[in-house]
């Protein structure tokens, strides 16, 4: 059992009267389980932690934002973040699921395995982008190919 903290309940709390506050009023649990709940939430858990261990492994490398958020709200890095449309979570038992994902990757007690292998990209695979072709391919996971 996930143990929640009294952050994530307050963090879920602001997410559900104000979804649409700026990045930098978003504390990084909240970046993270937008990003998982946006990118991932149709898929299994074990997807929606890599999408989230992508994410992480985009905050330690000098290439991205050091942030959880910065890298989030990275410009054009992930295609919900700029498709216009506003950012409140339709399905809340998926969101409660994302949330507690995001909470448990950042728990620094949690050792969690990356078995992404330090990816740093992902894409569906309905789609082959053409940065694809110049990273190293990892893996798949549900629909999601995984890069660094």
Not at 11 to 34: K, M, N, W, Y
Not at 117 to 143: C, M, R, V
Request: charged letters at 25%; one cysteine or more; hydrophobic letters at 45%.
């Amino acid at each position: 059992m996930i143990k929640t903290t009294f952050t994530s309940i307050v963090g879920i709390g602001i997410l559900l009267f104000f979804p649409t506050v700026q990045a930098f009023e978003l504390s990084p649990t909240d970046c993270l389980a937008r990003n998982i709940y946006f990118e991932a939430r149709g898929e299994s858990t074990v997807g929606k932690i890599a999408v989230g261990l992508t994410v992480l492994n985009r905050a330690k490398s000098p290439r991205w934002p050091m942030e959880i958020c910065g890298v989030v709200w990275d410009d054009w890095q992930f295609s919900w973040t700029k498709d216009g449309k506003r950012d409140i979570p339709a399905d809340m038992d998926a969101f409660r699921e994302a949330w507690l994902i995001a909470d448990a990757l950042l728990q620094k007690e949690i050792g969690v395995i990356d078995f992404t292998e330090n990816a740093t990209h992902y894409h569906s695979d309905e789609i082959q982008p053409s940065w694809s072709e110049k990273l190293e391919f990892i893996t798949q996971i549900g629909a999601h190919k995984f890069y660094r």
